[in-house]
């Protein structure tokens, strides 16, 4: 076989039409006599509904109709369907498609405006007036959790939805024998998402077929197939889901969302299509967010600094819904130990219940909270015993020789964890080599010259990916010898069209521009999960390999028929397969494609199964584990408190690479985030729950002229648990970076610094560092 994608950095193929503004997204759907919605929201953040007025609003121009949650009444009615049930959540704490009763969070929808055109619609859903008895509320976390505190749900006897606990060994054994104690306290602050094009729906229903349509920018199409049916009672079969282009997910899109169901509520109710688009105002205030957590951790050492033990517990901000069921804090228990071999851990963290924006995965999924944790405490350790924070890991790490390795957590379905391959402490080694650690002195003295203050910091991680159960693929040859590769698998900009194309042009020996990929549409691939947990590559990658190997050995088998050739003496190449050795005899795909197509009256050869294409599922059973080194430079102005990230190196190790210049591309952008979450991002609220932070003047999302050169170094350490030897990459970089830059500011300030134990940073924060640390006058 030949072998000329698989690890090449060839150019995206989606690229050009994406650049040239050919790309089509949910916004570019139109359809004769469609309407055009806005919601009428909550601006209070708990409060019981005492009427919806909208006299004077349906009287507007253009406005053809105002829905509440009882005009669907004759559709459908109720609580959406859990997206991920939980034992421990037996009663689901999701929305309705439009408030009823009750309002939990400012920005809940209430009712959904319809006119001609979205202006319209907006002016007239500012008209809709609204009698809201307003309740107390509650929004911090940790006065939420306490006795006494008032309820975010007046209908939940507690804020604290679930209490959720893990861990392994005899904690309080390990800690009463260890030479060391600490204890710290962290606060990682809320913060959002902010993809390039905002959440967007289209519904119409087909007159004659009565066949729903919507066109969504989701990461999971199939479950909002599912969930919708679900609720409104249909076969699966009388919904369609489609994904076109989308501009960016990062996980709250992968959440199934109120608006989606009002929209298609919408359109069945009217029989005209609808269209929403949500507005950047609405995103700060409808789409969820993430990272507010409140943690306390004992942590068990020896003299040596190896890292033995960690107990602790959290304070997990859910907000007011739990539309996403327990995903979030259960991803934030399963990402410890790290790459930290722990001989004992004992976790709590109480899901507590807030009258703000429900929180779910974003980019990592609590996964950078738990880096944060560990990196945090490994940093803590060396301070407290003096000794380079490196040591520190390299005495704590999980050795090479102790792959596979069973961490003694759990994954969701119970099954042990176990991490299948990697070399943590090479990847430390190679990522100080590549920042020149040892020079770092040096480049210190020379910026405290320039009055500036130069900080190292450092960071590991283990991210889990490959999640199952499974994603599938189809693989056809056509006719005319075009490849067509069709999953269920969604992209929002990762790149899956050429990543999936370069499996199965490699495996069929054609060109990569002779492969087409269709992605995220329920009428051409039956089932699909989510474009979530880095799990697409492991997942949808190995589908495509398994298929197109299917393909692969049907062309042969029919090759060595028509030929008369040994199946070991042929291969595939430049869309034919051949005898090895012999030019010019050779059948095309092209012509097995048409021969299997068949025609009337006329057998089979070899009495083969019609059609040259194959399905195949990849059932991912065990999760392969990525991992990844980071090392940057932070300099402190210390006249302003500013922090300017100058440099930044990334060692990552995501098994096989498909393509370098993707998975490059997915870590940039990952560390991109990570800066962002440690320096800048910050969702801000007042204590009636009223959001502060709700324009880009507010909330500062990093920019380019902010990024430092960010350095990337592969290591490949192939993963034994799929047929492609791959581990998922797109958040590896996200991951570790807020520990990184928050290690590299610490450092920056000095030894006399106060312990850094939060995230994002602010420059006030900075100057009174500098103040108590004295910093400020040495530089």
């Known amino acids: 076989m030949s072998a000329r994608y698989f690890g090449a950095a060839v150019t995206r193929v989606e690229d050009p039409r994406l650049l040239t503004g050919r790309g089509r997204y949910v916004d570019d759907s139109e359809f004769p006599g469609m309407l055009h919605a806005a919601f009428v929201r909550a601006s209070v953040a708990h409060g019981r509904i005492r009427s919806v007025d909208t ?36 009663t689901p704490i999701t929305y309705h498609p439009l408030a009823v009763e009750e309002v939990r969070h400012v920005g809940e929808a209430i009712a ?61 054994a390990v800690f009463a024998k260890a030479d060391h104690v600490l204890t710290e306290r962290f606060d990682i602050h809320r913060g959002g998402c902010h993809s390039m094009e905002c959440r ?31 609720y409104l009672n249909r076969d699966e079969s009388q919904i369609h889901i489609m994904t076109p282009d989308v501009g960016g997910g990062f996980g709250p899109k992968a959440n199934v969302y109120p608006e989606e169901f009002a929209v298609a509520l919408a359109a069945l109710k009217t029989a005209r299509p609808v269209k929403w688009i949500e507005d950047r105002q609405e995103h700060f205030v409808a789409t969820t967010q993430q990272r507010g957590q409140v943690w306390t951790l004992d942590v068990a050492f020896d003299h040596d600094g190896r890292m033995r033990a960690i107990r602790g517990h959290c304070v997990h901000d859910n907000g007011a819904y739990a539309p996403y069921g327990l995903i ?13 071999a722990l001989e004992a851990l004992d976790l709590t963290i109480d899901v507590v219940l807030t009258n703000l924006v429900p929180t779910s995965p974003v980019r990592g999924a609590c996964r950078p909270n738990a880096a944060f944790l560990l990196e945090r405490l490994a940093d803590r350790i060396a301070r407290h015993l003096g000794i380079d924070r490196q040591e520190v890991r390299r005495r704590s790490f999980v050795r090479a020789d102790q792959m596979p390795y069973s961490t003694g ?50 960071a590991s991680c283990v991210e ?16 005319a010898g075009k490849v067509v590769v069709s999953t269920g698998a969604s992209s929002q900009g990762q790149g899956h069209r050429t990543a999936l194309a370069q499996i199965a042009a490699d495996a069929l020996g054609v060109d990569l521009n002779d492969v087409r990929v269709e992605t995220a549409d329920t009428s051409k691939f039956p089932l699909g999960m989510s474009t979530i947990a880095s799990r697409i590559a492991v997942t949808a990658g190995s589908s495509v390999e398994l298929a197109s190997q299917k393909v692969r050995a049907k062309a042969i088998a029919f090759a060595s028929h028509k030929l008369e050739v040994g199946e070991q003496d042929l291969e595939l190449e430049g869309g034919a397969v051949r005898v090895k050795g012999v030019p010019g005899l050779n059948v095309s795909l092209s012509e097995i494609s048409r021969t299997l197509a068949g025609n009337v009256g006329m057998s089979l050869p070899g009495a083969m199964e019609p059609d040259l294409a194959a399905t195949a599922y990849f059932n991912s059973t065990a999760l392969t584990f990525a991992y990844g080194a980071n090392a940057c430079e932070v300099e402190i102005d210390p006249e302003t408190g500013d922090v300017r990230v100058v440099r930044y190196v990334v060692v990552h190790d995501c098994g096989k690479l498909i393509n370098p210049l993707i998975v490059d591309g997915q870590i ?94 602010s420059p006030q924060q900075v100057m009174k560092w500098l103040e108590l640390s004295g910093s400020a006058a040495q530089a």
């Not at 289209?202 to 197939?225: E, K």
């Not at 979030?328 to 930290?340: C, D, E, I, K, R």
């Not at 889990?464 to 006719?479: I, K, Q, Y």
Request: glycine share 10%; hydrophobic share 45%; charged share 15%.
């Open 55 to 90: 006299g004077e609003a349906s009287g507007m121009p253009g406005v053809v109709a105002i829905y509440t949650m009882a005009d669907f009444a004759g559709i459908a009615q109720g609580q959406m369907p859990p997206m991920a049930p939980h034992p421990l959540l037996p």
């Open 112 to 172: 959904i405006v319809l006119a001609d055109d979205r202006a319209r619609a907006e002016d007239a859903a500012a008209a809709v007036s609204l009698d809201i008895e307003e309740l107390p509320a509650v929004a911090d976390a940790v006065l939420a959790s306490k006795a006494g505190a008032p309820r975010a749900d007046s209908k939940r006897p507690s804020n604290i939805a679930a209490t959720m606990k893990a861990g392994f060994s005899d904690c309080g």
């Open 200 to 230: 967007g729906v289209v519904a119409s229903v087909d007159p004659h077929s009565d066949v729903l349509t919507l066109s969504t920018s989701s990461q999971s199409p199939y479950m909002v197939r599912r969930h919708l049916a679900t």
């Open 328 to 340: 979030l804090p259960a991803t934030a228990l399963a990402s410890f130990p790290g790459p930290y």
């Open 409 to 458: 957590m759990k994954a969701r379905d119970g099954s042990p964890i176990s991490y299948d391959s990697g070399d943590y402490i090479a990847a430390l080694d190679l990522v100080l080599h590549k920042i020149d650690a040892s020079g770092f002195q040096a480049r210190r003295a020379a910026a405290a010259k320039r009055g500036k203050l130069l900080g190292l910091g450092i």
């Open 464 to 479: 889990d990916t490959g999640l199952g159960p499974f994603e599938g693929a189809s693989v056809r040859v056509t006719p």
């Open 668 to 761: 940039r952008g990952g560390v991109v985030h990570g800066i962002g979450n440690a320096l800048f991002e910050r969702m801000i609220y007042d204590e009636a729950g009223q959001p502060l932070t709700t324009t880009y003047a507010d909330y500062l999302l990093p920019l380019a002229s902010e990024m430092p050169p960010i350095e990337i170094h592969h290591m490949e350490t192939p993963s034994p648990r799929n047929p492609i030897g791959v581990k998922g990459a797109g958040e590896g970089g996200t991951i570790p970076a807020a520990a990184c830059v928050i290690s590299a500011v610490e450092n920056a300030l000095g030894s006399n610094a106060p312990f850094i134990h939060l995230h994002p940073i």
